[in-house]
């Protein structure tokens, strides 16, 4: 006696618990998967907003500092136009030192019998003209003109006779010597 037995209805019960199982696996599968994205996107958005707060406190620093920069470049430019204006302020001091030794120098030069009539300065280059008594005292004051340490040696020009003949007029052009003025600044400076 033989006695079949029918496996199909329990074949198909497995198989159908091997399908359901399958398909909860893969259910499980793209939950967890979707969880895990979510999971990394969240991260990443944790990651972006931080990375953007630096950026913008990047940025603040970027802004004050040009700021910064800015305002540097106007105290520079302010430095500059402040050093124009000491050269300028150094110069015109030197240039009065100048005339004031112009004056000393023209005061203890002056010979008896020796008027100056005008003193006129261009540059470093000075004309005179004055009277003098006599031929004499013309060539006296040229003489002491030229043992002066700070003017150099004097160009006379002209000699003429005064118009009531009791004097010469006498006109003549020396030469100032001066310190350059970067050694004048340099000495000026503490």
Not at 136 to 159: F, N
Request: net charge negative; aromatic share 6%.
């Amino acid at each position: 006696m033989s006695m079949t037995i029918n496996l199909l209805p329990w074949r198909e019960a497995q198989r159908e618990r091997r399908t359901r199982k399958f398909y909860a696996v893969v259910a499980g599968m793209l939950v967890l998967g979707v969880v895990l994205g979510l999971l990394v996107a969240y991260v990443y958005q944790l990651k972006l907003a931080a990375q953007q707060q630096r950026n913008a406190t990047i940025s603040d620093h970027i802004e004050r500092l040009n700021a910064d920069i800015e305002g540097v470049s106007h105290y520079a430019s302010d430095a500059q136009r402040l050093g124009e204006q000491i050269a300028v302020f150094q110069a015109l001091q030197a240039e009065r030192t100048d005339a004031v030794q112009l004056f000393n120098d023209v005061a203890e030069s002056v010979a008896n019998g020796v008027i100056y009539q005008r003193l006129a300065k261009n540059g470093n280059s000075v004309s005179v003209t004055a009277v003098a008594g006599s031929e004499r005292q013309v060539s006296e004051q040229l003489r002491r003109i030229a043992a002066l340490p700070g003017l150099a040696v004097p160009s006379l020009s002209a000699v003429e006779s005064e118009q009531n003949g009791s004097g010469r007029v006498f006109r003549f052009e020396v030469e100032q010597l001066t310190a350059p003025l970067s050694q004048s600044v340099e000495e000026a400076l503490p």
